[in-house]
């Protein structure tokens, strides 16, 4: 299961899914498991983002009345991470508002799970219809065929964790089935802040041998016509 895999430590982390599940699993809260890997090969959704495989409720056909299942990731070790974040490749075809998906997450190896609300523009639906609850993935990505979107979030809540589980959980009503959602190309990574520039202080015009600091580490001594560093401390 994922919880006995060795937790993920190396980021920028980035699954396709080319060479198989690579640690991630699926199972049915109820009903059945519709989650497939492989090549999506239905009217709308008819291919992956990338490459030859993607995870999809179903990849030939559509996906079922009263589904409630879940595609899980490998743990996380975000000890290192102080503003991790993630993106996922989705597309969407489902009953509007009333069959859809959503991102949880779990600090204690499965045993209890969080909805990731995610940022402004994470999800594409907040209708309180359906057994998914809101914000939620449902409905279209976009009325043309094949199109892929991707949605990014970050994740302050779980920075500094060192077991952190992801599961998208898929639902769907007792009536109307559309083809279903497929997810490709999961990504997650730390934002990395630019460092502090040094920028060399300016003395009064004409003013010599006076010593300056940055605060940034920078020892600075004028000379006459110029500042130059002269000491890294």
């Known amino acids: 299961t994922a919880e006995s895999l060795p937790p993920i430590t190396v980021f920028p982390y980035l699954q396709g899914f080319e060479a198989g599940t690579a640690g991630w699993s699926s199972a049915a809260i109820s009903g059945n498991n519709l989650w497939q890997l492989g090549y999506p090969s239905q009217e709308q959704i008819a291919g992956p983002y990338s490459g030859g495989n993607a995870w999809m409720t179903l990849l030939d056909q559509d996906y079922e009345n009263n589904a409630n299942c879940w595609l899980k990731s490998p743990p996380f070790d975000f000890s290192d991470l102080d503003q991790p974040n993630l993106s996922v490749w989705l597309n969407i075809w489902t009953e509007d508002s009333w069959d859809g998906m959503i991102l949880e997450s779990s600090i204690n190896g499965g045993s209890t799970w969080e909805h990731v609300i995610g940022d402004t523009g994470f999800y594409n639906n907040t209708s309180t219809s359906g057994p998914i609850p809101q914000p939620k993935w449902s409905g279209r990505t976009a009325d043309v065929q094949g199109i892929w979107t991707r949605y990014s979030t970050s994740l302050?809540?779980?920075?500094?964790?060192?077991?952190?589980?992801?599961?998208?959980?898929?639902?769907?009503?007792?009536?109307?089935?559309?083809?279903?959602?497929?997810?490709?190309?999961?990504?997650?990574?730390?934002?990395?802040?630019?460092?502090?520039?040094?920028?060399?202080?300016?003395?009064?015009?004409?003013?010599?041998?006076?010593?300056?600091?940055?605060?940034?580490?920078?020892?600075?001594?004028?000379?006459?016509?110029?500042?130059?560093?002269?000491?890294?401390?």
């Not at 964790?161 to 490709?184: C, K, P």
């Not at 202080?201 to 020892?219: E, F, K, R, S, Y």
């Open 156 to 233: 302050p809540s779980l920075a500094n964790q060192s077991n952190v589980l992801f599961r998208f959980r898929f639902g769907s009503d007792n009536s109307v089935v559309d083809e279903g959602i497929a997810l490709d190309d999961f990504r997650i990574w730390n934002t990395i802040l630019p460092p502090a520039t040094a920028h060399s202080p300016q003395p009064a015009q004409g003013a010599i041998d006076v010593p300056l600091n940055t605060h940034l580490g920078w020892t600075y001594t004028t000379q006459d016509g110029y500042t130059d560093p002269l000491l890294y401390q």
